[in-house]
């Protein structure tokens, strides 16, 4: 019931005209949002940088069915491209292909990639696609492998441990020399293709963060760029100490240098263990999402998991 109050609220404007009103609900929101503008945004990557970390932008905007509005939203990734290299910021961009065209038209949105790719690679920078929810996975994937066949070689992809397709499709696709993000998964998702338990996504995850983990260990395996733009290693995106201390613990099984993986965090989020994990030495990067999307965007991550509400509300009192 909560979660279909928070859908109906996202999606309509007299409760956006209410709740954007309250200057408790956007100092809220703002925590965990980088701001309205690209400016706001590439401010707040020089300050993760000055503070050790790395960072990956994301223009907020996604479900965009019209050819114009696939155009706008592709423009305004080239401008992030083109402020990463002009502020020469350690940082790359990740992007919904949903933003792009796709529940549209899949050769849309992979022209919308090419272009998109092209400018990356001329910005000396790669793109990473978050997976979103799974009746959109095939796609994804389909649009991954096509941008690969076209010698797109600075694209990678994100996984969600909850499904229960994640480790044969991780196992296919790093054979294809795929790099991930790794996370849990958000989206409601039905129990036919989703764990529904918490105890089971989190074993799941274990095991993608040791098959990932199995990879960057082999010779020859990427390292992470200086600059922090090329990240052709594993990326163990949580805020679950247990999973980290898992990977840590799994890595050192292995002698995997600090240089083969890294953590990802959500902006605003345990800024505390962000820290603790950039003095322990370990290569952190932050998901830095951004826009004048910032109401939906806030109010659809507590549809897709109603405790994310009281998870939100407590670390708005965090360090």
């Not at 609900?25 to 970390?53: C, K, P, S, Y």
């Not at 305004?76 to 402020?83: K, M, Q, S």
């Not at 996975?137 to 994640?166: E, H, P, W």
Request: aromatic content about 10%; overall charge negative.
């Amino acid at each position: 019931m909560l979660r279909s109050l928070l859908i109906y609220l996202s999606q309509a404007a007299w409760a956006r005209r209410i709740v954007t009103g309250f200057g408790i609900v956007r100092r809220m929101a703002l925590r965990f949002v980088a701001g309205e503008t690209l400016e706001d945004a590439v401010a707040v990557i020089q300050t993760l940088n000055a503070q050790g970390m790395i960072a990956t932008l994301d223009h907020l905007g996604e479900n965009v069915y019209t050819p114009n509005k696939t155009l706008e939203a592709t423009q305004a990734i080239l401008e992030c491209l083109d402020a990463i290299a002009a502020a020469d910021l350690q940082a790359n961009v990740s992007v919904k292909l949903t933003q792009l065209g796709l529940g549209l038209d899949e050769t849309l949105c992979a022209e919308n990639m090419h272009t998109i790719l092209t400018r990356a690679q001329q910005r000396n920078n790669c793109v990473r696609i978050d997976i979103e929810d799974f009746g959109s996975l095939d796609a994804t994937v389909r649009i991954y492998r096509k941008l690969r066949a076209d010698g797109f070689n600075n694209v990678g992809m994100a996984m969600q441990s909850y499904l229960y397709c994640a480790e044969e499709l991780t196992a296919e696709l790093l054979e294809e020399g795929t790099t991930f993000r790794l996370v849990k998964g958000a989206y409601k998702e039905p129990p036919d293709v989703a764990y529904p338990k918490k105890a089971d996504v989190d074993a799941n995850f274990d095991r993608l963060t040791a098959l990932l983990l199995d990879a960057s260990s082999q010779a020859g395996a990427p390292t992470l760029s200086e600059d922090g733009r090329f990240p052709a290693i594993p990326a163990i995106a949580t805020h679950d100490e247990a999973r980290i201390v898992f990977a840590k613990e799994y890595a050192a099984k292995l002698n995997l240098p600090s240089g083969k993986m890294e953590f990802q965090m959500l902006h605003g989020i345990r800024r505390d263990l962000q820290s603790q994990l950039v003095e322990e030495g370990y290569p952190v990067r932050i998901y830095v999402p951004f826009g004048t999307e910032w109401y939906p965007y806030f109010m659809r991550r507590l549809a897709e998991r109603p405790a994310n509400l009281w998870f939100i509300v407590s670390n708005f009192f965090r360090k």
